[in-house]
């Protein structure tokens, strides 16, 4: 079954606007859309900034792919399925985020706006536990990030999941820029 127009639109969009916001490098990050029991996935190494219906693989639930090889992250974004209302994830490397993951196992944001939508973000250790550890964040959160890696966001388009990593990235940007203003210790 080939992947809806509107389906394919809302990925290579928000995986273009990734890639111009600097939030991904040209191979990096990954995104998904739930499809009934199956999902829509970017191949693994595929350019979120230049996705093709050829870069998507359709993986149902049992790991069964059709198209290229789904991305290494398939496992994890199906575990986020399984147990949250989500119907999209987001996966992107966010600089200042990834950053401020080494240094805390929970980032709390400081400016107005992180505080409304975020509130706080879990910080998982990479390890053999990590899938479990984010899909269960990503139950009570908008979105978790993976200590020196990156982010993973849910929403129910891939919009939003779009809206949490920026809206993270924002909030550790200033976090960070607060850090370096003078006399602060």
């Known amino acids: 079954m080939p992947i809806a127009p509107g389906t394919l639109r809302d990925l290579q969009e928000v995986g273009k606007d990734l890639y111009q916001l600097a939030l991904v490098t040209s191979h990096g990050g990954n995104l998904s859309v739930r499809d009934g029991h199956d999902i829509w996935i970017t191949g693994t190494g595929t350019m979120l900034g230049r996705l093709r219906d050829r870069h998507i693989a359709r993986v149902s639930m049992d790991g069964r792919y059709e198209g290229p090889p789904p ?25 200042h985020a990834i950053a401020l993951s080494f240094t805390t196992d929970t980032f709390v944001p400081g400016d107005l706006e992180g505080q409304l939508h975020l509130k706080e973000v879990p910080v998982v250790a990479a390890g053999p536990l990590q899938v479990e550890q984010i899909a269960a964040g990503l139950r009570n959160h908008l979105v978790v990030l993976l200590r020196g890696h990156g982010a993973y966001a849910r929403g129910q388009t891939l919009w939003e999941a779009l809206h949490w990593i920026t809206a993270l990235e924002e909030s550790a940007h200033i976090a960070w820029l607060r850090a370096a203003l003078p006399g602060r210790e």
Request: no cysteine.
């Open 71 to 95: 991305s290494s992250d398939t496992t994890l974004h199906q575990a986020v399925y399984a147990i949250t209302g989500a119907n999209a994830v987001a996966h992107a490397h966010p600089r």
